[in-house]
């Protein structure tokens, strides 16, 4: 599988800012869709944000207003601008792809801890 690996993560204060980078091995020019996921203790991984290879996004309610994703194609990264962070958008974030077929494209990474204080 395809490996990606996330970084951009810290420790922030509410109210704060931060962006998280996607590098994938591989080109993402043939998926789908990338998305951010993200996983905080105790709960199940949700998918945070997408973005298709036409450019359509979607977002989480939760997050709606607050964070942005984007892809550079000619990078192979991905970016999520997470901005007003509140202490439950703590979590472990984690990037993949989705094929047409619905199969996740890459192998489940270390992510990057995101930490919100109050």
């Known amino acids: 599988q395809v490996q990606l690996v996330e970084s951009g993560g810290g420790l922030v204060q509410a109210g704060g800012s931060l962006r998280l980078s996607c590098a994938a091995f591989?080109?993402?020019?043939?998926?789908?869709?990338m998305g951010w996921y993200r996983q905080a203790p105790g709960k199940q991984r949700d998918l945070v944000a997408a973005?298709?290879?036409?450019?359509?996004?979607n977002y989480a309610d939760s997050v709606k207003g607050r964070f942005t994703i984007s892809r550079d194609n000619a990078k192979n990264t991905v970016y999520l601008q997470m901005n007003s962070l509140k202490p439950e958008d703590a979590a472990v974030y984690y990037c993949?792809?989705?094929?047409?077929?619905?199969?996740?494209?890459?192998?489940w990474g270390q992510g990057t801890q995101v930490t919100v204080s109050s």
């Open positions: 591989g080109s993402i020019f043939r998926i789908n869709a």
């Open positions: 973005i298709t290879s036409g450019g359509s996004t």
């Open positions: 993949n792809g989705r094929r047409f077929n619905g199969d996740y494209w890459g192998q």
